[in-house]
Protein backbone atom coordinates (compact mmCIF):
# COMPACT_ATOMS: atom_id res chain seq x y z
CA UNK A 1 0.00 0.00 0.00
CA UNK A 2 1.61 3.07 -0.99
CA UNK A 3 1.98 6.20 1.65
CA UNK A 4 0.05 9.55 1.71
CA UNK A 5 1.91 12.51 1.06
CA UNK A 6 0.21 16.19 2.02
CA UNK A 7 -0.13 16.87 -1.39
CA UNK A 8 -2.74 13.55 -1.82
CA UNK A 9 -4.38 14.50 1.18
CA UNK A 10 -5.65 18.59 0.13
CA UNK A 11 -6.66 16.42 -3.21
CA UNK A 12 -9.24 13.87 -1.02
CA UNK A 13 -12.78 13.87 -0.08
CA UNK A 14 -13.60 13.84 3.55
CA UNK A 15 -14.74 10.23 2.85
CA UNK A 16 -11.53 9.22 0.83
CA UNK A 17 -9.35 10.59 4.18
CA UNK A 18 -11.87 8.52 6.22
CA UNK A 19 -11.70 5.41 4.30
CA UNK A 20 -7.86 5.79 3.91
CA UNK A 21 -7.54 6.41 7.70
CA UNK A 22 -9.29 3.26 8.40
CA UNK A 23 -7.15 1.38 5.76
CA UNK A 24 -3.84 2.58 7.14
CA UNK A 25 -5.09 1.78 10.70
CA UNK A 26 -5.53 -1.53 9.93
CA UNK A 27 -2.42 -1.85 7.94
CA UNK A 28 -0.40 -0.62 11.32
CA UNK A 29 -2.56 -3.22 12.84
CA UNK A 30 -0.76 -6.03 10.38
CA UNK A 31 1.97 -4.69 11.19
CA UNK A 32 2.26 -4.82 14.99
CA UNK A 33 0.93 -8.43 14.54
CA UNK A 34 4.32 -9.32 12.48
CA UNK A 35 6.36 -7.13 14.66
CA UNK A 36 5.61 -9.28 17.37
CA UNK A 37 5.91 -12.36 16.14
CA UNK A 38 9.48 -12.18 14.74
CA UNK A 39 9.03 -9.78 11.90
CA UNK A 40 11.83 -9.06 9.19
CA UNK A 41 13.97 -5.83 9.40
CA UNK A 42 12.31 -4.44 6.38
CA UNK A 43 9.15 -4.06 8.31
CA UNK A 44 10.65 -1.48 10.45
CA UNK A 45 10.35 0.64 7.52
CA UNK A 46 6.75 0.13 6.63
CA UNK A 47 5.78 0.36 10.25
CA UNK A 48 7.50 4.11 10.06
CA UNK A 49 5.82 5.03 7.09
CA UNK A 50 2.48 3.87 8.06
CA UNK A 51 2.57 5.61 11.57
CA UNK A 52 4.17 8.45 10.15
CA UNK A 53 0.87 8.54 7.04
CA UNK A 54 -1.50 8.41 9.89
CA UNK A 55 -0.04 11.57 11.57
CA UNK A 56 0.06 13.76 8.27
CA UNK A 57 -3.55 12.28 7.62
CA UNK A 58 -5.03 13.33 10.80
CA UNK A 59 -3.17 16.80 10.88
CA UNK A 60 -4.64 17.47 7.60
CA UNK A 61 -8.38 16.71 8.69
CA UNK A 62 -7.95 18.18 12.29
CA UNK A 63 -6.70 21.91 10.16
CA UNK A 64 -10.20 21.79 8.30
CA UNK A 65 -12.05 22.18 11.91
CA UNK A 66 -10.63 25.01 12.86
Known amino acids: MTHLKSRDIDNM??????KRLIELREELLQLRAQ???GGSAS???????TRRS?????????????
Open 54 to 66: ISRLLTKMNEKKE
Open 35 to 37: QAL
Open 43 to 49: NLGAYKA
Open 13 to 18: SDEAKD
